[in-house]
């Protein structure tokens, strides 16, 4: 292949891979709005209605989300917008008092089709700095199912869809709860019960025991003040399963992302937090035959003027060692450096590596690298 061939892949290998950072951003975004402020002003009984299994011939699905004034100051629900025409919202136009509630009643046209739906709504509330996000989602289907049908993966004879659970993001010292549907595939009530948990991770069976041939609510709730050590970045949950006094070796996982709480820092403290910048975000290694080790050292300088820490870096792809030691601080005005190595060892071909730094950075509490290149036998 022409050089220049090959320069034009690398060129295109690195704006996909930024594109797929931005695009990581704007999950994070998403997902970090239900951390800001909202809290300290308003109580919502829930963020997420999962609808469950449905028929399409069900018609229009209906919801009600209940918000709740805990400030000290009227507050007015200005606007709700939706990520699609087939989701509409009404809600309380009226000024919420100090204490006294609203509501934001959703209705959905579940005209979509027979597939899995997650819509989003965006709230824009006064004397709250961010929109607040909810969401609504389930399954519509053309037909009715038995549970044998939907819940096909099973521990004993207790049906699921998953055992891989994913949480999202999570707040340093915080908690935080999602659910999914479970299934009792025999004819008898059955007790489920929880074992061998890791730190941190709580899981609660509703109603239970299950009801024959029935679905119940599995919540899982990670609360990290519960874990003797803080863990920063991808972190992981297990636990296994007793079912009607069988423990059985199958694992549940749950899946997150842990980085630093900022709901609690001032305006001020926002604007003097540390941000990171990187003179140049990715590494390119040319091309290299395989199994060969290449280094690189990226700098990252704080344009901020309090201390930066980058308490984690996380690879997308084997081979990658950190020669620097975590954390790293970087006072205001200075660089610091992240050492690596990358065995090229099981890669072949285009290489698009994506190296996450886990910061306090409010502005960035999440900064990506890139290593690109060619490995070759």
Sequence with gaps: MPKYL???RRVVSIVLAVCFSLSYGVLYAQEEQQTSDWHK????DKTIHDFGDVLIADGALKCTFNITNISSAPIVIHNIISSCGCTTPQWTKEPI???????????????????PFDKNL??????ISRPVVLRIRGIAHEEKKDVTELYTLKIGNLGMRKTTLPLGYIDQGES??????????????????????????????????????SIAKLTYTVNTQLMEQKSWGKAYWTAK??????????????????KDNFTNLTKAQVASAAVPASSKSYFEFGEVKQGKVVENTFYIKNKGKDNLIIHKVESEQKGVTLLSKCPVTVKPGEQGAIRIKFDTSACE????????????????????LFITGNVVK
């Excluded at 008092?97 to 597939?115: A, F, K, L």
């Excluded at 965006?122 to 004397?127: A, E, G, N, R």
């Excluded at 709860?177 to 991770?201: C, F, H, W």
């Excluded at 399963?241 to 842990?258: E, H, S, T």
């Design 176 to 213: 935080k709860s999602d659910g999914i549907d479970i299934a009792n595939l025999t004819k008898s009530p059955m007790k489920v019960e929880s074992t061998e948990r890791s730190q941190g991770l709580l899981i609660n069976v509703t109603p239970n025991p299950i009801p024959p041939k």
């Design 41 to 44: 002003v308003i109580k919502l």
């Design 349 to 368: 071909g285009e290489v698009i590596n994506i190296l996450t730094l886990i910061t306090n950075s409010p502005s960035k509490p999440m900064m990506n």
């Design 6 to 8: 090959k320069n034009m």
């Design 122 to 127: 965006t709230v824009y509330i006064s004397s």
């Design 241 to 258: 399963l007793i079912i009607d006094g069988k423990k059985y070796d199958d694992i549940i996982r749950v899946q997150g992302v842990i």
């Design 97 to 115: 008092r100090p204490n006294e509630s609203g509501t934001i009643e959703v209705v959905y046209s579940n005209d979509q089709g027979p597939y």
